[in-house]
């Protein structure tokens, strides 16, 4: 990305930090940022397709930033992370872009992040693709499902702390569900 769209996109989390979407022009943003407006529709069409395009780099920088899992607490906090740091801004995009938008860079963050976590979990096993597809598709779901109850609250309490109790609730279910897919759950027994 461009150092002025980086800008631009900056410039756009600082504002939402401060002020609801419907509060922000595409004046403030040039004029907080010292670019042009011409500058700024060189780059972004409106500010909805601003606001798509923050949500598409908030993702992608989660998928940058992290490789190292070793339990599903870590994805949790992997996108507890990247959200608190601009968490007005990321609650106005939540509440404002449209639903499969955000649905759909969260989605991509959150399988890439247990993707990481099942890779790390299964090397030193025999686990089917399919199976590895299973536990991706329904970590994943927990994932997401926890990050968007975390946001639907105002991000007002850790998930990570809730994902940490439930993984020492469930210790020992994800490896018994490896060792069950390389047909050899009698070696957990």
Same mark, same amino acid.
């Given at each position: 990305?461009?150092? @002025?769209?980086?800008?631009?996109?900056?410039? !756009?989390?600082?504002?939402?930090?401060?002020?609801?979407?419907?509060?922000?022009?595409?004046?403030?943003?040039?004029?907080?940022?010292?670019?042009?407006?011409?500058? !700024?529709?060189?780059? !972004?069409?409106?500010?909805?397709?601003?606001?798509?395009? @923050?949500?598409?780099?908030?993702?992608?920088?989660?998928?940058?930033?992290?490789?190292? !899992?070793?339990?599903?607490?870590?994805? @949790?906090?992997?996108?507890?992370?990247?959200?608190?740091?601009?968490?007005?801004?990321?609650?106005?995009?939540?509440?404002?872009?449209?639903?499969?938008?955000?649905?759909?860079?969260?989605?991509?963050?959150?399988?890439?992040?247990?993707?990481?976590?099942?890779?790390?979990?299964?090397?030193?096993?025999?686990?089917?693709?399919?199976?590895?597809?299973?536990?991706?598709?329904?970590?994943?779901?927990?994932?997401?499902?926890? @990050?968007?109850?975390?946001?639907?609250?105002?991000?007002?309490?850790?998930?990570?702390?809730?994902?940490?109790?439930?993984?020492?609730?469930?210790?020992?279910?994800?490896?018994?569900?490896?060792?069950?897919?390389?047909?050899?759950?009698?070696?957990?027994?």
């Amino acid at each position: 990305m461009s150092r @002025t769209k980086s800008i631009i996109v900056e410039t !756009f989390l600082q504002l939402l930090d401060e002020k609801p979407l419907t509060k922000i022009t595409v004046k403030d943003i040039v004029e907080r940022c010292g670019v042009n407006r011409n500058t !700024f529709y060189y780059y !972004f069409h409106d500010i909805p397709e601003l606001m798509e395009w @923050t949500m598409k780099e908030w993702a992608d920088q989660i998928i940058r930033d992290n490789r190292d !899992f070793v339990s599903p607490a870590d994805c @949790t906090a992997a996108i507890v992370r990247q959200g608190l740091a601009h968490k007005q801004a990321l609650l106005h995009i939540y509440r404002s872009l449209p639903r499969e938008a955000f649905l759909r860079d969260l989605d991509r963050a959150a399988e890439y992040i247990v993707g990481q976590y099942i890779e790390n979990a299964v090397k030193d096993l025999a686990v089917e693709q399919r199976d590895r597809e299973l536990l991706i598709y329904y970590y994943k779901c927990l994932l997401v499902g926890m @990050t968007l109850d975390w946001m639907e609250k105002g991000m007002a309490d850790d998930p990570t702390e809730k994902m940490t109790r439930i993984c020492e609730l469930m210790e020992g279910s994800g490896k018994r569900a490896f060792l069950k897919s390389g047909g050899r759950e009698e070696e957990n027994g």
